[in-house]
């Protein structure tokens, strides 16, 4: 087994297919290639990514009601940036410190803004912010009125 040079890369098992951290997460369910510090993904991993970059770049865009030209000039790019990045044709992601700023952009911690999961991750993130201007009275309170909400909304699912 080979050792890379990267601090998160901890072992690469080709055989099963896994490549694994120095904390044990699975970082590539397929064969991935470690290379002077470096994961090399398939052409068919990267795409994958793009896909569900695109999909939740378009999915929060339209959430917060802006034009691809409006969101490019607020991230101070050319007005066709946002229209590039999600073009089905281009093969093509932003730098990271331009993910960063989209990120920013819609009040998103980084690791929030793939989760497809979560419906609304603006309001969901607004809400936490606010919560740690709370006290404990305060907190309990609120969990207790969300406990409810959710109990009534399971009672009128059919």
């Known amino acids: 087994m080979r050792r890379s040079t ?16 120095t904390f044990g997460y699975h970082a590539c369910n397929r ?5 002077g510090g470096g994961v090399n993904m398939s052409h068919e ?15 929060l865009r339209q959430q917060k009601g802006v034009s691809q030209r409006e969101m490019s000039l607020s ?4 007005a066709g940036y946002i229209a590039k990045l999600t073009n089905p044709k281009n093969d093509y992601l932003p730098r990271m410190i331009n993910f960063f700023y989209i990120c920013d952009y819609f009040n998103l911690h980084p690791k929030d803004f793939f989760d497809e999961g979560v419906k609304h991750p603006e309001l969901i993130n607004g809400i936490i912010m ?3 201007k709370l006290d404990e009275t305060q907190l309990t309170h609120i969990l207790a009125m969300i406990q409810d909400l959710t109990a009534l909304h399971d009672k009128q699912k059919p």
């Open 45 to 59: 991993d990267t795409h994958e990514y793009q896909e569900l970059f695109t999909r939740q770049l378009e999915k």
């Open 130 to 132: 606010e919560l740690y």
């Open 75 to 78: 991230l101070g790019q050319a």
């Open 6 to 21: 990267s601090p998160l890369i901890k072992s690469e098992n080709l055989a099963n297919n896994a490549l694994t951290d």
């Open 31 to 35: 064969k991935c290639i470690v290379t």
